[in-house]
């Protein structure tokens, strides 16, 4: 299995409702995402099948136990976009901390990043439009991007306390949290819907 770079948005549980997940199906399409397969349990599933599987057991604030099938677990998600081998999503709830569900995209990190925070310029700037246009979707807390061996991304309510997103290569946060933030070592790039792009000045694109 190759090594995957993550872009991950982040949601509040407290902004559940009926149509989560359609309404985040209508900004993959928007943005170019296609639907092209489920994965593993969901292959032979449509878009509507697995929306409708994955908003089920978002509203039954479902987490897959350590012995329990995979199969009972969200349904993963195939797309094309930009070129890239694979593209796959998939939730998780409860993640990175209770009350909070994520939604992430993988790409084969090689497709991406070369080495020592030097990565590959177009493959940056599709993900960065990409990344724009998810972030109009109102539920959105922050948008942000790792490596595989990355520690995982910063919750808002740390971002708040004075930790720094998760940005290999870029982030997007919220006008007012970018107002608390530290941000001598990033670029900042204002756009649409009240968002900032982090992109840390020690990141390349070639």
Not at 37 to 46: F, L, Q, R
Not at 120 to 125: D, H, I, S, T
Not at 157 to 171: H, T, V, W, Y
Not at 178 to 183: A, K, N, S
Request: net charge negative.
């Amino acid at each position: 299995m190759p090594a995957y770079f993550s872009m991950i948005m982040e949601f509040s549980r407290a902004e559940l409702d009926f149509d989560n997940m359609k309404e985040l199906w209508h900004y993959l399409k928007y943005s170019g995402l296609e639907f092209k397969s489920g994965v593993y349990n969901a292959e032979k599933d449509t878009i509507e099948d697995i929306l409708d599987w994955n908003q089920k057991k978002l509203e039954e604030d479902f987490e897959l136990g350590y012995d329990e099938n995979a199969d009972n677990d969200y349904k993963q998600m195939c797309f094309n976009y930009g070129g890239f081998s694979e593209v796959r999503g998939f939730i998780m709830n409860e993640n990175p901390i209770r009350g909070e569900y994520t939604f992430t995209l993988l790409i084969p990190e090689d497709e991406v990043f070369i080495s020592d925070n030097t990565y590959k310029k177009e493959a940056v700037e599709k993900l960065k439009a990409l990344a724009t246009i998810l972030w109009i979707l109102p539920k959105t807390r922050t948008l942000q991007t790792e490596l595989e061996l990355c520690e995982g991304i910063a919750p808002e309510m740390d971002i708040k306390e004075g930790a720094l997103p998760s940005a290999c290569p870029f982030a997007i946060v919220s006008e007012k949290q970018f107002g608390r933030m530290d941000t001598a070592d990033y670029t900042a790039e204002h756009i649409n819907a009240g968002g900032v792009i982090l992109t840390p000045k020690r990141v390349k694109l070639v």
